[in-house]
């Protein structure tokens, strides 16, 4: 049948089911059509004979579906556009009388219905209501695209201090969005915090939007901008205590946390951290999640998990990633589970548990890819190349650190990447490829003297010692174990301190110093409690009894 021929029919037949959309309930369409009810089941008999349309159900309870989107498109533009305003403004308001149902559970549905009749306030209206009604489901993907389509709304309206207000709130909650779809350093969740917080300054920076400051840092931070993010921390931690604002004293705390710990400064970070999860009452602030995109208590204590291990604790760090994971699995919530699966495999890298991190990074892989997570699937993909290198696939595990590396960054992420760039370096010692593990590490602390990421440079120096000891380098070797003893020591961060000393200490062991190798290793070892099995650990233990 030609689209000249489809046209006429549904003219025939009336064309307020091509309005409705591609699916129509008998019910609806009675309520906006002109017809008598004779002669809609006519022409509704008439575009099911000529198949235009199908048919389920019958009268009243019938509904019909557009065989082809082509034929409703075309039916639909075939409209003037005053009437295909009437005819949308009069869908919509029938849909609220006679299927009021439809304005919670479709939001969606009558704001495109409004938009299309040019009622642009009720519009905008539904298409909040849609944006956090897919964002507590969720939904992150719905989400960023229904607050887009609120905004586009919203431009054309005058611009005043209430249309001012609302597009506040849009960019505000699409920022959250969008750091779950497109990830923290995306240039559009950038655009979204940065027009946002324009706003929020025009208007006052009212309490309520606190959240905005925190946001901006977590991009900044992604993309390795680390003084600025803290600078926006000073600022919203001042707000905080300054409007006695508790909520917004949370997002403080926990952000500080996060970003001194990547500063290397461990010990003022579980102090912000630990403050930040004990202030938070899933009761009072649980509506925290839709505005920031995360649940905080379980991002709290996933990034405390981190920082307890380098400072030394980690049966505690152990316990405390695990208890994030948990509770975003209990939660359901997607975007939380992915963020603490990837900080609990990467501590799982870093205690050198092959098993269970072979275990989380599938996980992750998993939960990223069906939620469309790309910032998160990249460090599953990191994860799970580490994972080949250290089971024998070697070849295929340097594949896909590679590959990894280069989707997380390009979400614009700089943020963790010497980490990343240590574990692709390992596995080029591993496969004998000496020489392109120190390149990687030298860009690794280039980026570390640029972003002022620190929380890893005491075992990139290590590690790159290591290296250095394969070619035979002692004097060099050694210069930078003492260099990652310092900055550990310096740091507080009693595991680096521990990885340091046992290299240093063999090192001294192989050149006959055993007394001076027994000396600098046993005060270190001496700090930990008895009974904790970890690799780095027993490995200390077993130097010691070498050393006599």
């Given at each position: 049948?030609?689209?000249?021929?489809?046209?006429?029919?549904?003219?025939?037949?009336?064309?307020?089911?091509?309005?409705?959309?591609?699916?129509?309930?008998?019910?609806?369409?009675?309520?906006?059509?002109?017809?008598?009810?004779?002669?809609?089941?006519?022409?509704?008999?008439?575009?099911?004979?000529?198949?235009?349309?199908?048919?389920?159900?019958?009268?009243?309870?019938?509904?019909?579906?557009?065989?082809?989107?082509?034929?409703?498109?075309?039916?639909?533009?075939?409209?003037?556009?005053?009437?295909?305003?009437?005819?949308?403004?009069?869908?919509?308001?029938?849909?609220?009388?006679?299927?009021?149902?439809?304005?919670?559970?479709?939001?969606?549905?009558?704001?495109?219905?409004?938009?299309?009749?040019?009622?642009?306030?009720?519009?905008?209206?539904?298409?909040?209501?849609?944006?956090?009604?897919?964002?507590?489901?969720?939904?992150?993907?719905?989400?960023?695209?229904?607050?887009?389509?609120?905004?586009?709304?919203?431009?054309?309206?005058?611009?005043?201090?209430?249309?001012?207000?609302?597009?506040?709130?849009?960019?505000?909650?699409?920022?959250?969005?969008?750091?779950?779809?497109?990830?923290?350093?995306?240039?559009?969740?950038?655009?979204?915090?940065?027009?946002?917080?324009?706003?929020?300054?025009?208007?006052?920076?009212?309490?309520?939007?606190?959240?905005?400051?925190?946001?901006?840092?977590?991009?900044?931070?992604?993309?390795?901008?680390?003084?600025?993010?803290?600078?926006?921390?000073?600022?919203?931690?001042?707000?905080?205590?300054?409007?006695?604002?508790?909520?917004?004293?949370?997002?403080?705390?926990?952000?500080?946390?996060?970003?001194?710990?990547?500063?290397?400064?461990?010990?003022?970070?579980?102090?912000?951290?630990?403050?930040?999860?004990?202030?938070?009452?899933?009761?009072?602030?649980?509506?925290?999640?839709?505005?920031?995109?995360?649940?905080?208590?379980?991002?709290?204590?996933?990034?405390?998990?981190?920082?307890?291990?380098?400072?030394?604790?980690?049966?505690?760090?152990?316990?405390?990633?695990?208890?994030?994971?948990?509770?975003?699995?209990?939660?359901?919530?997607?975007?939380?589970?992915?963020?603490?699966?990837?900080?609990?495999?990467?501590?799982?890298?870093?205690?050198?548990?092959?098993?269970?991190?072979?275990?989380?990074?599938?996980?992750?892989?998993?939960?990223?890819t069906e939620q469309g997570l790309p910032h998160w699937r990249a460090?599953?993909?990191?994860?799970?190349?580490?994972?080949?290198?250290?089971?024998?696939?070697?070849?295929?595990?340097?594949?896909?650190?590679?590959?990894?590396?280069?989707?997380?960054?390009?979400?614009?992420?700089?943020?963790?990447?010497?980490?990343?760039?240590?574990?692709?370096?390992?596995?080029?010692?591993?496969?004998?490829?000496?020489?392109?593990?120190?390149?990687?590490?030298?860009?690794?602390?280039?980026?570390?003297?640029?972003?002022?990421?620190?929380?890893?440079?005491?075992?990139?120096?290590?590690?790159?010692?290591?290296?250095?000891?394969?070619?035979?380098?002692?004097?060099?070797?050694?210069?930078?174990?003492?260099?990652?003893?310092?900055?550990a020591r310096r740091q507080e961060a009693k595991l680096w301190e521990?990885?340091?000393?046992?290299?240093?200490?063999?090192?001294?062991?192989?050149?006959?110093?055993?007394?001076?190798?027994?000396?600098?290793?046993?005060?270190?070892?001496?700090?930990?409690?008895?009974?904790?099995?970890?690799?780095?650990?027993?490995?200390?233990?077993?130097?010691?009894?070498?050393?006599?």
């Open positions: 049948m030609t689209l000249q021929r489809s046209t006429g029919e549904l003219r025939r037949g009336g064309l307020t089911g091509a309005a409705i959309g591609r699916e129509f309930p008998y019910a609806l369409l009675r309520a906006v059509s002109h017809l008598a009810e004779d002669e809609l089941k006519a022409a509704l008999s008439r575009l099911v004979t000529s198949e235009l349309v199908s048919q389920r159900g019958t009268p009243p309870d019938a509904v019909y579906s557009f065989k082809h989107a082509l034929v409703q498109d075309a039916a639909h533009a075939s409209l003037l556009r005053s009437s295909r305003q009437q005819l949308h403004a009069q869908i919509a308001d029938a849909i609220e009388i006679h299927t009021p149902e439809l304005m919670e559970t479709q939001p969606e549905l009558l704001a495109q219905h409004y938009a299309e009749a040019g009622v642009v306030e009720r519009s905008v209206a539904y298409w909040g209501k849609a944006g956090h009604r897919s964002a507590a489901r969720s939904a992150m993907a719905e989400a960023a695209l229904q607050f887009q389509r609120g905004l586009d709304q919203l431009a054309l309206l005058p611009d005043d201090p209430q249309r001012q207000q609302q597009e506040l709130e849009f960019c505000s909650a699409l920022g959250a969005a969008l750091m779950a779809v497109k990830g923290y350093p995306a240039p559009e969740t950038g655009e979204a915090f940065a027009r946002a917080r324009e706003l929020w300054e025009q208007l006052g920076s009212p309490s309520g939007f606190l959240r905005i400051p925190y946001g901006q840092s977590l991009y900044h931070v992604a993309r390795g901008e680390l003084c600025l993010a803290q600078r926006l921390d000073e600022d919203l931690l001042r707000l905080s205590r300054q409007r006695n604002d508790p909520a917004s004293l949370v997002l403080g705390h926990l952000s500080s946390g996060r970003n001194l710990m990547l500063a290397g400064s461990f010990a003022p970070s579980r102090s912000h951290l630990e403050e930040a999860f004990a202030l938070y009452d899933q009761i009072s602030y649980g509506s925290l999640v839709h505005q920031v995109g995360y649940h905080l208590q379980v991002l709290s204590q996933a990034w405390l998990g981190l920082v307890l291990f380098c400072l030394g604790f980690p049966h505690q760090a152990l316990a405390r990633a695990s208890g994030a994971i948990k509770e975003a699995q209990e939660l359901a919530h997607p975007p939380s589970l992915a963020v603490s699966l990837a900080l609990g495999a990467r501590l799982l890298s870093l205690v050198g548990d092959d098993v269970a991190l072979e275990e989380r990074v599938a996980e992750l892989v998993g939960v990223a460090q599953g993909t990191i994860g799970c190349g580490w994972v080949k290198v250290k089971t024998g696939d070697v070849a295929e595990g340097i594949s896909l650190l590679r590959s990894g590396s280069t989707a997380y960054r390009a979400t614009g992420a700089e943020s963790m990447t010497p980490q990343f760039i240590a574990l692709l370096a390992a596995a080029c010692e591993i496969a004998g490829q000496v020489e392109e593990g120190l390149t990687l590490l030298d860009d690794a602390l280039q980026i570390v003297e640029k972003t002022g990421e620190r929380w890893f440079a005491a075992e990139l120096n290590r590690q790159k010692g290591e290296l250095l000891l394969r070619q035979g380098h002692t004097e060099g070797a050694g210069a930078l174990y003492r260099k990652a003893l310092s900055i521990l990885r340091a000393a046992v290299s240093l200490a063999r090192l001294r062991r192989g050149q006959g110093r055993h007394a001076e190798a027994r000396d600098l290793l046993a005060p270190i070892y001496g700090w930990f409690t008895e009974g904790f099995d970890t690799p780095d650990l027993k490995e200390a233990k077993a130097l010691l009894d070498e050393l006599g």
